[in-house]
């Protein structure tokens, strides 16, 4: 299976944090990043797509893709 995930949130360093321990745990970068300014929070807001191949599991509509 290959499983997909978009990780969004603020432009900080929670967000590359986030994404880094998504790359330490076998997820690759499906794309370039998305950035938008929210103007009634009047900050950046970040957006990445994310792929990992993990071939011992099949895909089902309840599957917990955070948990991956």
Same mark, same amino acid.
């Given at each position: 299976?290959?499983?997909?995930?978009?990780?969004?949130?603020?432009?900080?360093?929670?967000?590359?944090?986030?994404? =880094? %321990?998504?790359? $330490? $745990?076998?997820?690759?970068?499906a794309?370039?990043?998305?950035?938008?300014?929210?103007?009634?929070?009047?900050?950046?807001?970040?957006?990445?797509?994310?792929?990992?191949?993990?071939?011992?599991?099949?895909?089902? =509509?309840?599957l917990?893709?955070? %948990?991956?």
């Amino acid at each position: 299976m290959i499983a997909y995930r978009f990780i969004t949130g603020p432009d900080d360093a929670e967000f590359c944090a986030r994404v =880094t %321990a998504l790359l $330490n $745990n076998g997820w690759d970068l499906a794309g370039p990043a998305a950035m938008t300014f929210d103007q009634a929070t009047r900050r950046v807001l970040c957006g990445q797509p994310m792929l990992k191949d993990i071939p011992d599991i099949v895909y089902s =509509t309840g599957l917990d893709l955070s %948990a991956l």
